[in-house]
Each structure stands twice: as C-alpha cells, then as structure tokens.
C-alpha cells in the first residue's frame, strides 16, 4: 500500500498534462503560421511554457527536499507537478504571470513550504534553495540552444521571437531568485551559513523582500545595471536585443503596432 501511495503522489497532474498540451499545440501554430497573426499563438505558447518552468522551479525544490529527507512533499502534492497544489498558487503562479503580461519580467516564485528540520546538513539546505533558479539556468539554455548552436536556419522568426522572449523571461527570473535578499532562494542558499543571530535579525524581512527588490529596480541606475546584466546573458547565449524587443512585441498582440515584427 506504501508503494502504491507513494507512486500516486509523484504522478503527473492532468492539469500540468494540459498545460504541456497547450503549449505543444500553440507551439505548433507559431512554427507553423496557423492563423491570421502570431501575435495570439506567442501569447498562448509563451504564457504556457512560463506556467511550465514555475512548475518545473517548484518541483525542483521538492524533489531536493525529498531526497535531502522532508518526506512529506509528495503528500502535499508537490511531485505532482499541479500548480494548483502549492501553498500559495497566486505567488507562485498568477503574480509571475500577471508580471509578464505587464511588464515583460520573469517573477521569482517559491510557494512550496518545506519542513526544514527534517533536512540535515547545511549544503541539503542551500542546495534545496538553488534547485529552483537553477531550473530556470537549465530552461534558458534550452530556449536558448538554437541560437547558441547556431542552428536557426530553417526556424520561422515568430517562433525564433518566441523562444527568445521566454529565455528573458527566465533569465531575469533566475537572476532575481538568485540574490542574496530575505525571502528569495538566493538568501536561502546562503542562510544555512549565517550565524544564529544574523538569521533572526533577517526572518522579519522575508515577506517583504520581494516587494523591497522591485522598490529597488524603480531606481533608474538599478533598473539600468539588472537590465545590463540580463542583456549581457543573453547576448553571451546568442540573443540580440532585436529577438527579444520582437518577442515582446507579437506577445502583446492586443496593443497597437504589435505585428511590427512579423515577417512575410
């Protein structure tokens, strides 16, 4: 019956299922040109493979803490890949998707709750903290592998548009997931090496330090050096501000002069 239990909790939900389904399908239409405009398939195909990769960061955090020895995350459905099982869908899901139709931003997630003293060893902790963003590296590099490898001959530009506006959206997620501030991974990592008194002096901050690190990018040097940053990567990986301005531009399909980027 154990068996039998534990198999059940790590299969894949059926909503993830349909998510995968939608985005293969929409991803179809953007190879393709099925339609009138792409504008609508980009918006489905990149919203879609988004909600995949804030799946995947979760699962990833879950799966770490599995085997670093929390063996309650199956029974809260975190190995199943159901957004709708996280402690706190509307951080972990629609906030980071309300960023992206707003502001073009990939949001730091992280709604799966974790029993930490189950985990023993503070590399167990830290490397619990780092599967997620890491997740979001891995998924870059993928979106990113074509131009890279320099194999784009034969992609249609909406979809090469496509696929470079989801690599910024998951660098910038990696990237702020990534720094040191209260209540975001990259503290996590580091946390398990602070003192005693330093973690207490820093735990009020944690519910706000997401809200502390936009207050913070509206300084115009700021906001300059994190873009600097993610356009550096991007670069390094093969994309040019043009796939990325284009990509932006067919995934707000509803505003005006949307399709300045399609291509006969």
Known sequence: ???????????????????????AVTGWAVWTGFGS???????????????????????????TALHGGDITVGA??????????????????????LFVIMGGIGLPGGAVFIERGRIRGRWRHSLISAAGPLTNVAFAVVCTAPFWLDALDGVPAAFRYALAFLALLQVTAAILN???????????????????????QMEPLAPFGLLLVFAVLWIPEVNAAFFGAVD?????????????YCGLNLYRFWQEGSNVCVTP
């Open 76 to 97: 809260k459905g975190y190995l199943s890949l159901n957004p709708l099982a996280y402690t706190h869908a509307l951080l972990s899901i629609v906030l980071p998707v």
């Open 178 to 200: 990534f720094l040191p501030v209260p209540g975001l991974d990259g503290y996590g990592v580091i946390e398990p090496w602070l003192s005693h008194k330093a973690r207490r």
């Open 232 to 244: 550096a990567v991007l670069s390094g990986l093969g994309i040019s501000d043009l796939d990325t």
């Open 37 to 63: 405009s792409p504008g609508l398939a980009i918006f489905l195909f990149v919203t879609s493979a988004w909600v995949i990769s804030l799946c995947l960061h979760e699962y990833a955090h879950a799966r």
């Open 1 to 23: 019956m154990t068996t039998v239990s534990r198999t059940s909790e790590q299969r894949i939900s059926p909503v993830f299922l349909g998510i995968a389904a939608v985005t």
